[in-house]
């Protein structure tokens, strides 16, 4: 059966995003170094649309297996985009641009209803109003067989690993101390989460942990 | 120079004890688990006394490596007992028993003065009142050209790690997720403390993460 998994970077101190998010600096202060051993990476800059050059090792090899044999994302509202309340008139579109590097079918959760957005290559957004089951659900449907990625933010990692969802957790450590911001593990609530190890790899410049969700 | 190290284990989500912590469960709900990689190895059991049989092999050696050259410890007052205030009549003598496993000098930082407390295997414990400065220097001092290590609890590391008195974080990340309790990496406030990865290496059952703190 097709797998539900996550891949995120979080600080050492465990937070997806530095303090003071805003559209204007998304991941926060300090939060734009936590990305910084996979943007020089070849599958990054193939990803966003630079078919030449980029690093290859561990950090390039990680990613690719983690974007590997993706059919479909699940993101939070605020990783969506930085809008709260109802769409409005003139609609967000999403933090990437024209052409998201999904490449396939990418669910939104959120309490406001709103039409499927197809953006170029492949992407489209559909919002889903009625919950992270029937996100999944959808996800999984529209996957065809491929595995289901929790993209993020850290709310929506939560949800999911809360409700014994999530099947694999690829946890890449950055060296650096936010000091604040949006914890990856956070509001778990009474659900106790066991784990296994599936592996430890020392990347250029961070640290690639995975793990197993025991079920 | 001699530097000032901390090796401390954390859950997956960040905690160094689970919630709940009290004076018969003194890592918290789950907070046993944390340490299960360091327990049945060669140099934890040569530690408290039982000096045949043991694992070898990496946590072994990450173990014996963190405790090699270290000629004085610094402690927080919850890490050394769960008294709080003056410390009474018939004051704790640590949560070790006779022999505890530091076999050198201890700073216990706490607010309230007491006299020194030599216990068996080279272990005293010396309570120091004014701060987390003067127990540094005094702990050089008594190491002798060794290392010092702070040994928690998360408080004592924040208080090190802020002051820019920290050298050198060997973290140990057990694959368990605790929801709650003590954090290693809260309250920094607003210094930046800047990282360097030295070594990441996968454990049975563990992470082991090694930084530098860049001055």
Redesign the interface.
């Known amino acids: 059966m097709s797998k539900v998994r996550c891949q995120i970077t979080t600080s050492?101190?465990?937070y997806v995003a530095g303090p003071n998010q805003s559209r204007e600096n998304p991941l926060g202060e300090?939060g734009e170094h936590l990305h910084d051993w996979a943007v020089p990476t070849k599958t990054f800059r193939a990803l966003h649309g630079e078919q030449r050059g980029g690093e290859t090792g561990i950090n390039d090899d990680v990613l690719r297996e983690a974007l590997d044999n993706v059919g479909a994302t699940i993101l939070g509202r605020n990783m969506f985009g930085p809008v709260r309340g109802p769409w409005g008139r003139d609609p967000w579109h999403g933090w990437w641009g024209d052409d998201p590097p999904f490449n396939h079918p990418v669910f939104v959760l959120t309490h406001h209803p709103r039409d499927p957005l197809s953006m170029q290559g492949g992407t489209t957004f559909y919002f889903v109003t009625d919950g992270i089951e029937s996100a999944l659900e959808q996800a999984r449907e529209a996957a065809g067989g491929k595995d289901v990625t929790i993209g993020g933010g850290a709310s929506a990692v939560q949800q999911y690993l809360a409700a014994g969802l999530l099947d694999e957790l690829d946890?890449h450590?950055a060296?650096?101390?936010l000091?604040g911001g949006e914890?990856?593990?956070d509001k778990?609530?009474?659900?106790?989460?066991r784990?296994?190890?599936v592996?430890?790899?020392?990347?250029a410049?961070?640290?690639h942990?995975k793990?197993r969700v025991v079920k």
Chains 1, 2 share one sequence.
Do not use: M
Not at 188 to 193: F, Q
């Open positions: 050492l101190d465990g300090g946890i450590v060296p650096v101390l000091g914890r990856l593990f778990l609530g009474a659900r106790k989460v784990l296994e190890s592996r430890v790899l020392a990347g410049g961070v640290a942990l793990y």
